[in-house]
């Protein structure tokens, strides 16, 4: 299933041990190697020098509506505990905010957000906003990762848009927006180029 990414931040981490939330997360520690989430920066009133402010995506038993379930307070670790975070954290790398261009060089814009796979936390898709005079008619633009091509610290770099054989809009709902990256990289594959409806609101439903 995908998750978006701004629905994982401010997040509560809940214990088993004391049958409740421990720390509520702040901010996803990627790997710019392979795009996945390694760990989640957290913090609270119980988060302090001692126990660490650092959650391994490994430490977490389950991935909740409600909240990511782990053990107990021990899965939190210093910034120094584990050497792979610590390398990662000391790169200050961010998705957000980083800006997307094509191989060819056509700016597309910048991340706004992304999305992750439930089950592995590795990046799926990302969610870029358009330029001013794009945007009039294609607001955000979602890329799958198999159109990704490079990532370095200022800019992303992506497969140059084609559509050879037109354009394809997918429903941001149910299944078809779950299967979204099957679908993205079976049509985009075709020669279509792939957009999703926009999110839904009140003004939407009413239309």
């Known amino acids: ?22 720390a509520k ?14 760990a989640f920066l957290v913090g609270g ?34 910034r120094d505990d584990i050497v792979k975070i610590k390398d990662v954290l000391e790169l200050n790398f961010s998705l957000i905010g980083l800006k997307v261009k094509t191989k ?4 597309l814009g910048k991340v706004i957000d992304y999305s992750v796979n439930s089950d592995n936390l590795m990046v ?11 945007s009039l008619l294609d607001p955000e633009l979602v890329i799958g990762r198999s159109q990704i091509v490079e990532v370095n610290d200022y800019e ?14 997918i429903p941001r709902v149910l299944n078809m ?7 993205f990289t079976f049509l985009t594959n075709l020669g279509f180029r792939v957009i999703l409806s926009e999110k839904s609101n009140i003004i939407n439903r009413k239309k």
């Open 104 to 107: 060819k060089g056509h700016k």
């Open 177 to 183: 927006y779950e299967d979204y990256p099957f679908w």
């Open 1 to 22: 299933m995908l998750i978006n990414a701004s629905k994982l931040i401010n997040f509560p981490v809940l214990s088993l041990q004391v049958g409740g939330a421990i």
């Open 25 to 38: 997360t702040e901010f996803a520690v990627i790997d710019p190697d392979d795009l996945k989430i390694i």
């Open 156 to 169: 992303i770099i992506v497969k140059d848009e084609e559509a050879k054989r037109g354009i394809i809009g």
């Open 124 to 134: 799926q898709q990302l969610v870029v906003q358009r330029p001013a005079i794009k």
């Open 45 to 78: 009133p119980l988060v302090d020098n001692e126990t660490g402010d650092v959650l391994d995506v490994r430490s977490i038993r389950e991935l909740s509506k409600v909240g990511m379930i782990v053990d107990s307070a021990d899965e939190l670790a210093s």
